[in-house]
């Protein structure tokens, strides 16, 4: 994808710490669930966050939108999760001392308990959206939905039968159903603890999923 003046690629390895860069100043504070908790300010490292994105780079299924001068307007950070491998995360998990980070990841993972996508599609891997993140200077140009509408492009080339996604806010749940993903199941907010909820206009966590032909 090029536009005006934007061009879609795939993350190359010394791209990384630009991506991560990008991040610590878009989705490590905005995102609705990081927000809630407070989980680092615009510009924060954040080890563990940090420690996630850099593997789901390495799985090299990313990619970021650049202007002209190779500036990263937006990106997406899309992984590989296999049949079993929840369950080693969640232990690993249970390990860390950061109680926020575990609060976030603890619901995410709950929700994918909820539903499992391996039996209910006969697949031993799916293709996963982790992070969809958009420089704040560039919001509202549709490059979210560019970036959603590539990553399914991507998933089908690398022979994928199913693309599945957690998003936790409204913005990201619209982009995804703009590119017919289908709601399989969702946690109200107001299910969940309050230092949690993100408040309006974001109203559930989304587990969304696209079969692809």
């Known amino acids: 994808m090029s536009s005006a003046g934007l061009h879609c690629e795939l993350v190359p390895a010394d791209r990384y710490q630009d991506v991560i860069e990008h991040l610590k100043y878009n989705f490590f504070a905005d995102e609705p669930l990081?927000?809630?908790?407070?989980?680092?300010?615009?510009?924060?490292?954040?080890?563990?966050?940090?420690?996630?994105c850099l593997l789901t780079l390495a799985q090299e299924m990313s990619l970021m939108i650049v202007d002209e001068d190779g500036k990263i307007a937006g990106t997406a950070l899309n992984g590989i999760i296999k049949k079993g491998e929840r369950e080693e995360c969640e232990r690993r998990l249970a390990e860390l001392q950061d109680e926020k980070f575990k609060s976030i990841f603890g619901l995410l993972y709950s929700i994918n308990e909820k539903v499992d996508l391996f039996d209910k599609y006969d697949v031993d891997e799916l293709f996963e959206c982790r992070i969809l993140s958009v420089d704040e200077s560039y919001r509202g140009r549709g490059l979210?939905?560019?970036?959603?509408?590539?990553?399914?492009?991507?998933?089908?080339?690398?022979?994928?039968?199913?693309?599945?996604?957690?998003?936790?806010?409204?913005?990201?749940?619209?982009c995804f159903l703009k590119s017919d993903f289908e709601v399989i199941t969702e946690i109200p907010y107001s299910e969940v603890e309050e230092n949690l909820r993100p408040g309006p206009p974001h109203e559930a966590l989304k587990l969304l999923v696209k079969i692809l032909d």
């Open 34 to 52: 990081n927000r809630a908790v407070r989980l680092c300010q615009r510009g924060e490292a954040h080890v563990e966050l940090e420690r996630h």
């Open 144 to 174: 979210a939905n560019l970036l959603v509408e590539n990553s399914v492009e991507v998933a089908r080339n690398n022979g994928f039968k199913v693309i599945k996604a957690d998003a936790t806010g409204i913005f990201s749940q619209k």
